[in-house]
Nanobody, 128 residues
Framework: QVQLVESGGDLVQPGGSLTLSCTAS????????IGWFRQAPGKEREGVGL????????FYRESVRGRFTITGGNAKNTIILQMRDVVPEDTAVYYC?????????????????????WGQGTQVTVAS
């Protein structure tokens, strides 16, 4: 059974950078894609971006495109979310989740119902 654990959440100043990690264990062969999501206080959870393990292809929601980058980590079981030029609106609990095998690489891929295993989340706060 795949388990996912996020780490790296912290307090960061506007304009700063932060790196989050998603570490997977158990049944790694069953992971085709990892999605990153976030939930801000009082708001619904939204998809941030995704990473296709096979070839490293990524897709991002427009509000983070050019600022956030998802890559495979040095360890095969780690996916990294690099955040730069953060703004207060990036404040949220960030989650990684195991995604589907087939991707369209558009916003439809970031629907929560396509993701079946979730981590517990890590808090990111952007404030001066």
């Amino acid at each position: 059974q795949v388990q996912l654990v996020e780490s790296g959440g912290d307090l960061v100043q506007p304009g700063g950078s932060l790196t989050l990690s998603c570490t997977a264990s158990g049944g790694l062969a069953a992971i085709y894609a990892i999605g990153w999501f976030r939930q801000a206080p009082g708001k619904e959870r939204e998809g941030v971006g995704l990473f296709r393990k096979l070839d490293g292809t990524t897709f991002y929601r427009e509000s983070v495109r050019g600022r956030f980058t998802i890559t495979g980590g040095n360890a095969k079981n780690t996916i990294i979310l690099q955040m730069r030029d953060v703004v207060p609106e990036d404040t949220a609990v960030y989650y990684c989740a195991k995604g589907p095998a087939i991707l369209k690489l558009d916003m439809s891929d970031l629907r929560e119902e396509l993701y079946d295993i979730w981590g517990q989340g890590t808090q990111v706060t952007v404030a001066s």
